[in-house]
């Protein structure tokens, strides 16, 4: 009989693997959770007109997390403007030592204090993360540990204050393995918190095109949320860490035949030239209409709360007008469709004010689109 010897590490991994199965099939098939819906859409709503502050997850400044990059007066600015909620991103795989992490809660306890003291629901978010097709076995561990560990940490803040984001934008993979991370991940809170109002993504950078194509968890208590940037075209036309793609630049929004830039040639034979080529028709406020109906005719098919987690425009390009234009039109429209809506973000390159956060540096059309000089 031939002998069969199993290295330790494989059944290291098989033991992850049905544990993880395990995990995935009991928030699928096991008993739903229903707590009180009108107060999980409210959860939801109390979101809307929010912000992210992205500093902790900006790892590519150096010390990062001995700076206080958000001050007392920051808060009191968002509170001026009429901002309700502060999403906050932290790059939580990037800061894996027992040093940087007690730092990392060090910030969010002290950002947990300033919402708390302003009257700000906080939101926070697992940026940054490396999990993709074939790594999500072995990844999703890992994120369930840390999500425990928050979990245990923050269990008497109140769930109508504290929420939790799994995951921001799963990467473009196959959405079944994305949906069973998803659901191992939640399961896994569940076990220690059943009141946390917890926000999950669909994969492909929460594409609103993925999210209307999920059916949702057997968890009541979840927000789905989406981001959207629609036309891309537009909102990052110059941002250099896409690629080729978005070089041309000089794009106004909504499309105006008239001094329409050419095509870069760096983007000849990629999506930016088909996307240029459809601009006529996606770079005006209809279609943002249109895209934004698609989410919402979701969540009304299944009765869940939604959150646009981010909308914003890359600042390095794009000119004031047609920026201040375009937040005012998707805030018009999440509005009228009542789905709540996140600013992508505060004080980083696709932040609404002209240099650093003041009043005195928000132009008066970005003012007027987000509502702040109806408030005066």
């Known amino acids: ?27 699928k098939s096991g008993p739903k959770l229903s707590p009180d819906r009108a107060a999980i859409f409210k959860r939801a709503n109390s979101l809307d007109n929010g912000v992210s502050i992205s500093w902790l997850e900006q790892i590519w400044n150096s010390n990062i997390l001995d700076k206080n990059a958000i001050k007392a007066t920051d808060f009191a600015l968002l509170k001026q403007l009429g901002f309700k909620s502060i999403r906050l991103p932290i790059a939580f795989t990037h800061f ?40 999500y076995l072995s990844e999703t561990p890992g994120i369930i540990n840390l999500w425990i560990s928050l979990t245990k940490r923050y269990i008497n803040e109140s769930p109508d204050n504290l929420f939790f984001e799994l995951y921001n934008e799963p990467p473009h993979m196959d959405p079944n393995k994305w949906e069973d991370a998803a659901h191992s991940i939640v399961t896994s ?13 669909a994969s492909n950078f929460n594409s609103i095109y993925e999210l209307s194509r999920t059916v949702p968890m057997r968890d ?11 036309p891309f ?42 996307n240029y080529n459809q601009y006529s028709r996606d770079g005006n406020e ?10 919402k005719n979701w969540s009304l098919k299944y009765d869940v709360p939604v959150l646009c987690g981010e909308y914003g425009v890359y600042n390095k390009y794009a000119d004031l007008d047609s920026r201040c234009r375009y937040i005012k039109a998707v805030r018009q429209t999440l509005k009228a469709l009542n789905m709540p809506g996140i600013m992508w973000d505060y004080n980083a390159n696709f932040s609404i004010f002209n240099g650093e956060p003041s009043l005195q540096n928000l132009p008066d059309c970005m003012k007027d689109a987000i509502g702040y000089a109806i408030k005066k």
């Open 189 to 201: 809170i569940r076990q220690i918190d059943k009141k946390r109002t917890l926000i999950v993504g």
């Open 233 to 274: 075209f537009f909102t990052h036309q110059g941002a250099g860490w896409i690629g080729d793609q978005e070089a041309t630049t000089g794009i106004p929004f909504p499309y105006k035949k008239e001094g329409f830039p050419e095509l870069n040639p760096r983007a000849k034979n990629t999506w930016g030239e088909t």
């Open 1 to 27: 009989m031939k002998k069969i010897e199993f290295s330790t590490l494989f059944i290291n991994k098989l033991l992850v693997t049905l544990v993880f199965l395990t995990l995935s099939l009991s928030v």
């Open 96 to 135: 894996q030592t027992d040093n940087l992490m007690q730092k990392v809660l060090k910030h969010i306890d002290e950002t947990i204090k300033f919402c708390r003291l302003y009257g700000f629901k906080l939101i926070i978010c697992y940026h940054s993360g490396n999990i993709n097709d074939d790594n």
């Open 220 to 230: 009541d208590n979840i927000i789905y949320t989406f981001h959207f940037y629609e």
């Open 286 to 295: 209809q279609s943002v209409k249109d895209k934004l109906q698609i989410v």
